[in-house]
């Protein structure tokens, strides 16, 4: 008889030593559950556990730790996220990424709340996980595959099985190199993966020899309270339906009209906030023009995913608007098609998009500045974008120094002035410069210049506070960001620790916010809690994460923007001559400090983690 888990968790971990091909299973304390949700606040409370401070990102000592929550494995529109944790080889700091598809829903169907990998195989292996187990597998053959090819070996080995692999950049230790999940799945059954996308979780997976994981469930899982959660899905799925029909019709594509209109889709690499090939390569004409078919994650009915194909045959998933913008408007790039071309070689060779189209549009930059000579390399190079992208995978030429990251790489070449990160994490598709709030966000990520642990963005487009929206915000002022960011941080810490869908918990808008959320956190987990209670549970993560982040060498220096975004305004589009005034941004982050009990170091004071029930943690500060 299958088994059934109900109220939550399984309650149990597997850690596998691959220095020692070891796998053991340990009960998790359910106060930690209770206390930490799961997702992230799960990974980040076993990483700080069980990790040293200061060690090399790329060591045996690093863990790589997948997390599930508490809702994966419910027919839920929106539960069906992977967590993945580590300490990021880009940034140095704590490292997350999150997947959607149908991996998460999987490894909470094959009986497990966390898998923790350590250590450092000699040989390259894979993980097969189900029945509550763990095995090792040697995966020497796979190893050299791209993604979609290790995919389909692993398909025709084992069966229909949820995947999640490296490919080349990942083994060449790309500090940005991503975890790719269903690209051949996708192809095959026309259903969504996903990617645990950014701050460099493929480089520690290949630092480890760990080409994939796999994974086969077939558990039941079952809320607290049955009666409740059939009419709450109902409820999502209806609202669901009402409130994302542009994000069904589009996909994330859809907010580039607005970012482009407002002035705040970066541009040549950071020079203006507009495209003016926008209509080239904008949501209408990529719907036209290469969408097939909409694709969708576990029991969602919004179908987000967009499975494309061009004229000459290449399918594949997306590209998504933040692939878009990074492959297009960024390196000043209008051909949609080498776009889409672009997109599917950087997922086959298994490399976060976002960066990779930053530090090539950060090298063709220096180009144009005459930083150094690579006259192959140049804004609108279509041919270029391509070369560069299997140069990174490879560390072939000048791709061995671009593999470092924007970051690492200037410092390489000199050019750190012109570099465009915060803590050594590219910024996303969305100008700070005419977004103050958002520069707020970025400035205070705990990953670095990050979208989404805020999703700060989508109160400065629509103009309304993110759960009072009879609060204006307004997107060129300095004033009331500090508050919500707060606000948003707390709430995706929850929703990053569920696991939910951000597109489902999307401020204004919902459906789920924190009522919704708290309701489904009872629902599921049989644990009742208010709003209030909850948030308290998303401060307590929040603040565990920068306890670590401090712990690894993190100064209130860092929670600051490149020194472009202050000297230089917009040049072209229609926030043309914004920029940030440092002075009112200093003010914006002592309110932040303030409002998170910080103090003027911006390090957690002993009070608030005394508050915080934390107190095992002050003397890691």
Not at 119 to 133: A, E, F, M, N, R
Not at 253 to 273: K, Q
Not at 457 to 480: A, C, M, Q, T, W
Request: charged share 25%.
């Amino acid at each position: 008889m299958s088994r059934i888990r109900r109220g939550g968790y399984w309650n149990k971990i597997a850690i596998i030593d691959l220095s020692k091909k070891l796998v053991k299973y340990l009960e998790l304390n359910d106060s930690i559950c209770g206390k930490f949700i799961g997702g992230i606040g799960l990974g980040a409370k076993l990483l700080i556990d069980n990790t040293p401070p200061k060690i090399d990102p790329l060591s045996p000592e690093n863990l790589i730790i997948y997390t599930v929550g508490p809702v994966e494995g419910l027919v839920l529109p929106s539960a069906a996220r992977m967590a993945a944790v580590f300490k990021s080889p880009l940034t140095g700091f704590f490292g997350e990424s999150l997947c959607g598809g149908y991996i998460g829903t999987e490894l909470a169907k094959a009986g497990l709340d966390a898998i923790i990998v350590l250590g450092q195989s000699p040989d390259p292996v894979y993980l097969l996980i189900q029945d509550g187990t763990v095995e090792i597998k040697n995966a020497s053959h796979l190893w050299g595959l791209d993604t979609y090819a290790t995919e389909k070996e692993l398909w025709s080995e084992l069966g229909e099985v949820m995947t999640a692999c490296i490919g080349p950049a990942g083994e060449n230790l790309v500090r940005f190199a991503c975890i790719v999940h269903g690209l051949y799945m996708h192809e095959r059954k026309k259903l969504r993966g996903g990617f645990f996308g950014r701050t460099g979780g493929g480089a520690v997976m290949g630092s480890k020899k760990l080409k994939a994981i796999v994974i086969r469930g077939e558990y039941k899982i079952e809320p607290a309270d049955s009666e409740r959660f059939n009419k709450f899905r109902e409820n999502v799925v209806k609202l669901a339906r009402e409130k994302l029909q542009t994000l069904a019709k589009y996909g994330t594509s859809a907010i580039m009209s607005l970012t482009n209109s407002t002035g705040s889709l970066p541009t040549r690499y950071y020079e203006g906030g507009s495209f003016e090939a926008y209509e080239k390569i904008g949501p209408e004409t990529f719907n036209k023009l290469y969408v097939k078919k909409r694709i969708t994650c576990f029991a969602c009915p919004v179908a987000c995913g967009r499975h494309s194909e061009t004229s000459d045959g290449l399918q594949t998933e997306g590209p998504e608007y933040e692939t878009l913008f990074a492959l297009g408007p960024l390196p000043y790039i209008d051909n949609l098609q080498t776009i889409v071309e672009a997109n599917d070689l950087a997922n086959r060779l298994g490399m976060d998009t976002i960066s990779t189209g930053n530090v090539i549009a950060f090298a063709m930059y220096l180009v144009e500045k005459k930083v150094f000579k690579e006259e192959w390399l140049s804004f609108g190079d279509g041919k270029a974008l391509l070369k560069a992208v299997e140069m990174i995978a490879y560390r072939r030429g000048l791709g061995d120094v671009l593999a470092e990251g924007v970051k690492k790489a200037s410092e390489k070449l000199d050019a750190s002035k012109y570099a465009i990160h915060v803590k050594g994490l590219e910024f996303p598709g969305y100008e700070p410069r005419a977004l103050k709030g958002v520069a707020l966000a970025y400035a205070v990520s705990a990953r670095g210049a990050c979208h989404l642990r805020h999703v700060a963005y989508r109160p400065n487009l629509v103009g309304l506070h993110p759960f009072n929206p009879e609060i204006k915000v307004d997107r060129l002022s300095y004033e009331g960001h500090a508050e919500y960011v707060v606000e948003l941080e707390d709430f995706h810490a929850v929703v990053d620790s569920m696991i939910l869908c951000k597109f489902y918990c999307l401020p204004v808008i919902g459906p789920l916010l924190w009522r919704e959320l708290s309701e489904l956190y009872s629902i599921s987990t049989g644990r009742n809690i208010n709003p209030n209670e909850l948030r308290k549970k998303g401060e307590t993560i929040n603040n565990l994460i920068r306890i670590y982040n401090v712990r690894e060498g993190l100064r209130r220096d860092d929670d600051v923007l490149p020194a472009r975004i202050f000297s230089e305004p917009l040049e072209f589009g229609a926030s043309k001559g914004e920029k940030i005034e440092f002075e009112k941004f200093m003010k914006m982050l002592e309110d932040y400090y303030r409002l998170r009990g910080w103090g003027n170091s911006g390090v957690p004071s002993p009070e608030k983690l005394k508050e915080l029930d934390l107190n095992e943690y002050i003397q890691k500060l």
